[in-house]
């Protein structure tokens, strides 16, 4: 466990809100769901530690530093074409 969890806000927390069921769910309960996850992210004093490992490891399920899959994957694309911009300048 990295030292960063250890202050999560989510830790001892019920984790079925920030990852999805092995069901299908309708969009209103997977916002609903959501919703509840990133409410004790806004709060968590690791947030951005949270979000900065969920990145470097890709993790493809699951509230991370208050952010959901699809949010990480836009936040990947844009650091992978800033990266290709660098190397191209």
Same mark, same amino acid.
């Given at each position: ?7 999560? &806000?989510?830790? *001892? ?6 990852? /999805?069921? /092995?069901? /299908? ?19 968590? /004093? ?7 490992? &969920? ?9 991370? *530093? ?15 074409? &800033? ?7």
């Amino acid at each position: 466990m990295n030292g960063w969890q250890f202050l999560a &806000a989510c830790r *001892g927390e019920d984790t079925a809100d920030f990852f /999805p069921p /092995p069901h /299908p769910e309708t969009r209103e309960d997977r916002e609903a769901r959501e919703s509840r996850a990133k409410a004790i992210c806004g709060v968590c /004093p690791v947030r951005a530690e949270c979000l900065d490992y &969920a990145l470097s490891v890709r993790e493809s399920y699951g509230i991370w *530093g208050g952010r959901s899959e699809a949010e990480r994957r836009v936040l990947l694309r844009q650091r992978d074409r &800033a990266t290709e911009e660098r190397r191209a300048g």
